[in-house]
């Protein structure tokens, strides 16, 4: 369930107990009686009928994929009614689309945000929302264990036009803070982190923001929103690549971005021009798989748990990476801001490169592939994950040992892939 500030957000204000049940459920029209809101559902209820309350066309049970480049109108008026947005209506699927605006009004919910816009992939809405909401002479303050794509940008991208970058020690939380203090624009967190899986104090940093007037985007894409919701903490805006546990199973790529009505707009007008656009199709797999969001995450939040315990036990693994453990050094601020650890956890095998090799060539049921969030078990190292765009000084730099294995937990039992996973570290 959600807060009672999140509740509150629903409806008009009014006062005694009928308005409370007004701000709780929605009045059907026609027949006067109370209807739940689903807003105020669990999340595994949101998962699966947020943005699908009203009926849909021809009575689908299911929602359609409109497969439609544009959209046509019986007369001029009320085309150019809803070109002007003075009407309810569709007229390019790069501006909307009603399939894509049903996941957007999902992971709306499911985070709390006012407004939500969908992309073509978690990098497109990365980028969108950077390219939209700085500009030459503006600063950023971020961390430095962002995924691999994300620090390509504040490396090199960024700096082209202009814009002041500062990448802080993720474990330096001291001095994030104090740089955030000093003034900037916008700041940019992700936690828990890929792939290192180190997590950042969202209250702290996002109450430091807020003091110095800076905005703060979070990426959100490992916790999802049954695991962590950072608008919740005060949050501007949450970031998701959809291609990973939103939609789990491997067969779409999409973005989302949520928050504030005014930022979230501004984005997709940008993303509109641009034509980073989420096209149907993908936009009706996303939901076909947020639908068992809940009960994906639980599964790969124990299954996680499990095999980083079972992990610390063995002589050929290094070290442990995984919030879930109390022996974590920010297990307190993770159980603190989570109400599951994810699905993610990595390990360092020990020895050199090729014991990793080998130990990755032998696993015979997590697949060896370059994403995560999936049904499937999957495995990699981030020269051909996370951080495949650095070189391994950069790698170095960033503090990512080459014998790291990220390890995304799939919905297979545990025991077989712990037989999978003991097997394959006596190759090592």
């Excluded at 947020?50 to 008026?77: H, K, T, W």
């Excluded at 899986?197 to 916790?223: E, Q, Y």
């Amino acid at each position: 369930m959600f807060s009672e500030h999140e509740k509150s957000r629903v409806g008009d204000s009014a006062d005694g107990r009928e308005a409370s049940i007004v701000r709780m459920w929605g009045m059907v029209e026609g027949f006067g009686e109370p209807s739940m809101n689903i807003a105020d559902c669990g999340r595994g209820t949101v998962s699966v009928r947020a943005g699908e309350e009203q009926p849909l066309s021809l009575r689908a049970a299911q929602v359609p994929i409109y497969q439609s480049a544009a959209f046509a109108y019986p007369d001029f008026e009320s085309w150019q009614d809803a070109a002007l947005g003075t009407a309810a209506g569709d007229i390019y699927s790069r501006i909307s689309n009603p399939t894509v605006a049903v996941l957007e009004e999902k992971i709306r919910v499911l985070e709390g945000g006012e407004k939500a816009a969908a992309f073509a992939s978690g990098m497109a809405a990365i980028s969108n929302a950077l390219y939209a909401l700085l500009r030459p002479g503006d600063r950023i303050v971020s961390i430095t264990d962002n995924y691999g794509g994300t620090s390509k940008i504040f490396l090199e991208f960024l700096p082209r036009i202009g814009v002041k970058v500062e990448l802080v020690r993720t474990s330096d939380a001291d001095a994030l803070n104090e740089s955030i203090a000093r003034g900037c624009r916008l700041v940019y967190l992700e936690t828990p982190t890929n792939p290192t899986l180190k997590i950042v104090d969202l209250t702290r940093a996002i109450t430091t923001a807020k003091s110095a007037g800076a905005l703060t985007l979070v990426d959100n894409t490992f916790a999802t929103p049954i695991n962590q919701r950072p608008l919740s903490l005060g949050a501007d805006l949450v970031v998701h690549s959809a291609t990973k546990f939103l939609g789990g199973h491997d067969d779409a790529m999409g973005g989302l971005l949520v928050g504030r009505c005014n930022l979230v707009s501004n984005v997709q007008h940008f993303r509109d021009i641009n034509g980073a656009c989420l096209s149907a199709f993908s936009a009706y797999l996303l939901l076909r798989g947020m639908k068992t969001l809940e009960l994906r995450i639980a599964r790969q939040n124990a299954t996680a748990l499990a095999m980083a315990s079972m992990l610390c036990e063995q002589t050929s693994v290094e070290e442990v990476y995984y919030p879930g453990l109390k022996r974590h050094p920010n297990h307190a601020i993770a159980a603190r801001q989570m109400s599951g650890f994810g699905g993610v956890l990595s390990f360092c095998i020990k020895g050199d490169f090729e014991a990793t090799k080998r130990f990755l060539n032998a696993l015979r049921l997590a697949q060896r592939a370059a994403s995560l969030g999936s049904i499937n078990t999957l495995a990699g190292v981030p020269r051909t994950t996370s951080h495949v765009e650095c070189t391994v000084e950069e790698r170095a730099a960033l503090g990512i040992p080459e014998t790291l294995v990220r390890y995304s937990c799939g919905i297979e039992n545990f025991e077989d892939l712990e037989a999978d996973v003991l097997g394959a570290l006596k190759h090592t």
